[in-house]
Nanobody, 124 residues
Framework: QVQLVESGGGLVQAGVSLRLTCTAS????????MGWFRQAPGKEREFVAG????????AYTSSVKGRFTISRDNAKNTVYLQMNSLKPEDTAVYFC?????????????????WGQGTQVTVSS
């Protein structure tokens, strides 16, 4: 069983930055693509960003391109989401996810493991 533990959420004002961190328990972390998703109140969970196993390929939903950056440190079993210029519409619970494969072909590729989520609230 793989455990994913997110941290770094909080209540911030619009325009500031936050960095989310997700640490995985498995030693096979480096073999799999990782992603960040979010779910706002009353809305479905949506893809935010993804990164392949080696970190040299990333993908973003259009609303965060240019503001968010996903990265990973395979030596630390950790994936990050740097969020800059936060907006109130970024308010959501953010979830870390481990894909079933090492590369991401579509944003709806199978996910095998989810973290418990971390709340990000952006006030205007």
């Amino acid at each position: 069983q793989v455990q994913l533990v997110e941290s770094g959420g909080g209540l911030v004002q619009a325009g500031v930055s936050l960095r989310l961190t997700c640490t995985a328990s498995a030693r096979t972390f480096s073999a799999y693509a990782m992603g960040w998703f979010r779910q706002a109140p009353g809305k479905e969970r949506e893809f935010v960003a993804g990164i392949n196993w080696s970190g040299d390929s990333t993908a973003y939903t259009s609303s965060v391109k240019g503001r968010f950056t996903i990265s990973r440190d395979n030596a630390k079993n950790t994936v990050y989401l740097q969020m800059n210029s936060l907006k109130p519409e970024d308010t959501a619970v953010y979830f870390c996810a481990r894909y079933r494969r090492g590369v991401i072909f579509t944003t709806s590729d199978p996910i095998d493991y989810w973290g418990q989520g971390t709340q990000v609230t952006v006030s205007s």
